[in-house]
Every structure is written in C-alpha cells, then in structure tokens.
C-alpha cells in the first residue's frame, strides 16, 4: 500500500527556515513520478488543509498562504518530494503530511484533502515560535 515517511519538522523562530522531507515507506515500491504528490497540514484545532502538490509533469500548485514563501520540488535520485519552507510564521505551526493522488485530472491544482491514494503517514511536527 502506497505509504509516506515524513520528516524534516522541529522549531523555528518566526521568519525561519525548514524543508520537509516525504520519502516512500519501506513498503512502498512505487516510483513516486507516476503520482501527484501533495503536502498537506493540520494545526491544532483545525481541519487539515492543502499546502501544495506537484504533478507528474512537475508542475507546482500552492494554496495561497504557501505562494512565495514555499517550494515543493522532487529529487528523482532520493524518490522523495520535498517542501522547502521560508519565512515561516506561527501561523504555519501544525503536522505536515505528504499524500499521492492521481496524476491527471483537478486533484492537484486543487490541492484535495480528499481522494488520497494509500494512506496517511505519521506526519512531522513543525513548530513556529520565538
């Protein structure tokens, strides 16, 4: 089943950095560019909403909170997907997931909580806080 390990969170101050890292589980053996994958957070409180997805052709998709300060990006060598994150606000605090969807149709560009293929992983913690 279609899996993802997440990684990369921790504390930053306001203004600071992190890249989240999404790798395929141990028991995953799919090659990550047959799918969409998208990132995905949920603060405390909240309902999980969509941050950013790549497709298959490598276009990026940002929800407008993430335009400009995010880039979501794959390292084919690594089978990951990554998510470098900038000038980060408490705001931005909340477990980050990543997910695969389809490779065509609206699933990316909408960034879609719903329509996952697999299963949710174990997310990373990203804190922001001076």
């Known amino acids: 089943q279609l899996q993802f390990v997440e990684s990369g969170g921790g504390l930053v101050q306001p203004g600071g950095s992190l890249t989240l890292s999404c790798a395929a589980s141990?028991?995953?053996?799919?090659?990550?560019?047959?799918?969409?994958i998208s990132w995905f957070r949920q603060a405390p409180g909240k309902a999980t909403e969509g941050v950013a997805c790549?497709?298959?052709?490598?276009?990026?998709y940002y929800k407008e909170f993430a335009e400009g300060r995010f880039t979501i990006s794959r390292d084919k060598a690594k089978n990951t997907v990554n998510l470098q994150m900038n000038s980060l606000k408490p705001e931005d605090t909340g477990v980050y997931y990543c997910?695969?969807?389809?490779?065509?149709?609206?699933?990316?560009?909408?960034?879609?909580?719903?329509?996952?293929?697999?299963?949710w992983g174990q997310g990373t913690q990203v804190t922001v806080s001076s």
């Open positions: 997910a695969a969807g389809p490779g065509v149709g609206m699933w990316c560009p909408s960034i879609r909580v719903a329509g996952i293929i697999g299963s």
């Open positions: 141990e028991f995953t053996l799919d090659d990550l560019d047959e799918y969409s």
């Open positions: 790549i497709g298959t052709d490598r276009t990026q």
